[in-house]
């Protein structure tokens, strides 16, 4: 399989001043480069799309859509649409990437070409930044003992 994955890193947004920047952070500085951000704004009444078009400006490759709020629904099918690449990468926009999350889903494609899903764990934080919980500590996708 190729090792030129491209990514589409799904962002849908609505009043996401407070951690929008924190979330496009995390996706620029992936150790894999091969994506872009589609960043729907779902209505917002805050600061969202100006912080979108700022990193926009400064060369972040960045495909923006503004609609009235429809919720969330309609903005992931909205930013499907959008998504030049063949491998969506959803994240929501109070949520951040760990640095190597893409080089790390591009290589279980890789090693998996037969597969089309893939998902992993998630750390949950409070506002302070200490953490609550992973999900799979929660809930096990393969029913197995972690």
């Known amino acids: ?3 030129n994955i491209f990514f589409s890193v ?3 947004c609505y009043n996401s001043e407070k951690y929008l920047r924190e979330t496009i952070h995390s996706v620029i500085n992936q150790t894999y480069k091969n994506w872009e951000i589609v960043a729907v704004n779902d209505g917002s009444t805050d600061k969202t799309e100006e912080i979108l078009l700022e990193y926009k400006s400064k060369g972040v490759p960045i ?3 503004c609609q009235k ?5 309609v903005a992931r099918n909205k930013a499907i649409e959008l998504s030049k690449g063949k491998w969506i990468a959803v994240i929501d926009h109070d ?4 640095p190597k ?3 790390i889903q591009k290589n279980h494609i890789q090693e998996n070409s037969s ?3 893939f998902f992993a764990n998630t750390i949950h934080f409070d506002d302070d930044g200490t953490e ?3 999900q799979f500590d929660r809930f096990n996708p393969c029913g197995l003992d972690l």
């Not at 709020?69 to 629904?73: D, K, L, R």
Request: aromatic share 12%; proline share 0%; glycine share 4%.
């Open 1 to 3: 399989m190729s090792v």
């Open 10 to 12: 799904m962002i849908c």
């Open 63 to 65: 495909t923006y859509f």
């Open 69 to 73: 709020n429809q919720g969330f629904a």
């Open 95 to 98: 949520d951040i990437c760990l």
């Open 101 to 103: 999350r893409l080089e």
């Open 115 to 117: 597969v089309k899903l």
């Open 132 to 134: 609550i919980r992973r």
